[in-house]
């Protein structure tokens, strides 16, 4: 099924792509935003409406949260909104540009930052991350690919666990968001190469878009006899 979801999905259909080949609307809940061409559209799959789901019903007042690969910032405009003390970054500079007009259009104030990664951020602990990351192994060439390509070998998510550990505490709370259609099993072999693991909260079946699963990210803890406290994707 995999392999049908993938020969569908991507290379994206024609239509999907003069779609996103001009300025788009969109909208969640009391948020209107503009998405430009070249950057993530909240609205074509269903992994981003499935995150901001769970964040809205999250406590994030007077909390301090980091989206990285904010795309158009719709996620960090709903944590602002909540009452969270917001940074948002992405590598695009498309992107960064998409997020301050769409913060400006819905009269919110966050950071946004322009990295790949953690690369430009100080390190500082976060009490919430949000990830909704490329995950399709191939290399981005373009500008408007990093938010779908991870790279041949999955380089963004070795980039990331060998980056995450400045950012967070004991009490951060690090959720991503990912398809069926991604390898898993990689992603966390890579997870587990790093000190980190996957615990599965939620799971949604979407049409034409696989399951879509929230995995909250850990550090791996061992008890006295070296075995992890915890399951790996479970």
Not at 9 to 14: A, D, E, G
Not at 30 to 55: A, N, R
Not at 114 to 124: A, K, N, V
Request: proline content about 5%; overall charge positive; glycine content about 6%.
């Amino acid at each position: 099924m995999k392999g049908v979801f993938r020969k569908i999905l991507l290379p994206l259909p024609s239509l999907v792509r003069w779609y996103l080949s001009r300025k788009r609307v969109y909208r969640f809940r009391d948020l209107t935003i503009e998405v430009f061409p070249g950057v993530f559209h909240p609205g074509i799959f269903y992994s981003t409406t499935f995150l901001l789901q769970f964040v809205e019903k999250q406590v994030l007042r007077n909390s301090t949260v980091l989206e990285v690969g904010a795309g158009s910032g719709i996620i960090s405009l709903m944590a602002t909104r909540m009452g969270a003390s917001v940074t948002a970054t992405d590598i695009s500079n498309k992107a960064i540009q998409n997020i301050h007009q769409n913060a400006k259009a819905n009269k919110v104030t966050l950071s946004v930052v322009q990295s790949d990664l953690f690369e430009r951020l100080p390190p500082q602990k976060f009490d919430w991350i949000f990830i909704n990351p490329p995950y399709y192994p191939r290399q981005p060439i373009k500008e408007e690919e990093f938010a779908w390509f991870c790279g041949e070998h999955h380089e963004y998510f070795m980039n990331f666990f060998e980056g995450l550990a400045p950012f967070i505490s004991s009490h951060t709370q690090t959720i991503m968001v990912l398809s069926e259609v991604c390898d898993l099993g990689r992603i966390l072999e890579i997870a587990v190469s790093h000190g980190f693991e996957l615990i599965k909260i939620l799971e949604k079946k979407v049409l034409m878009d696989g399951k879509n699963y929230l995995f909250q990210i850990k550090p791996i803890v061992l008890n006295q006899g070296g075995a992890s406290t915890h399951t790996v994707g479970k």
